[in-house]
């Protein structure tokens, strides 16, 4: 059966000492959250450490923002999949819509991360999401389809079984216009559609889907309470704990 997960993105945001302080407030509030909801936070790559210590025997797992498409070596500035992993975190995000439209990150880069990611033991979080002008254009269905098929087509059933799946409407990350649930729904039952047609239904019906955009604490019951909506990838929200865990206990 698949989990329910709420996920926090701190994105670019918070110095060690901040994050550190968020992390605690987020494993204290964990304790309220139920059992069946999975919380993941993900931090920036410097933070990791720290943070993978304040996490650590608790429900709160974590998670980084991006990793390398190379394994290893002279790739100034990079930081790989097994770093990643030394780190403690379980879950690396990939795809997010700020690296693909500001860091130029294709699919076609973004397979070679899933299959570091993997290799190394990490599951992955990956987004997926049009922008405004395709969202206008009537194309949101064709891009999110082309996402999902030029990526994790080329991975198995049993890996799909350590992929989450977020939807990420781009005209509705930071913008405070969120999706609706309908807006919302009709796109996570295609990618699980799509998710099928590749690798059955039971796989399908396995994957976590996440909806991102503008969620927060006033909106994410009525989205959580779709059929194919599996929880949220948080962004400015999950940059205050008492925020976060609303949203977890949203479900
Ligand atoms: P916001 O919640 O700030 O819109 O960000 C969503 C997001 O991009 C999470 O990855």
Known sequence: M?????????????????GVELAKAVVAGAANVPADVKLIIATPF?????VAEVVKGSVVALSAENCAD????AYTGEVSAAMLASTGCQYTILGHSERRQYYGET?????EKVKLALANGLDVILCVGENLEER???????????QIKNVLYNFTAEEMAHIVIAYEPVWAIGTGKTATAE???E???????TIADKFGVQVAEDTSILYGGSCKPSNAKELFAQKDI????IGGAALKADDFIAIALSY
């Open 136 to 146: 206008e254009a009537g194309k949101h269905f064709e891009v999110c389809g082309n």
């Open 107 to 111: 699919d076609a880069k973004l397979v």
């Open 46 to 50: 410097t933070h990791l450490c720290p």
């Open 70 to 73: 190379k394994e290893k070596g």
């Open 187 to 193: 796109i996570h039952a295609f990618i699980r559609i």
């Open 230 to 233: 599996d929880g949220g990838l």
């Open 2 to 18: 698949r989990k329910k997960i709420v996920a926090g993105n701190w994105k670019m945001n918070t110095t060690v000492p901040e």
């Open 183 to 185: 807006q919302a729904e």
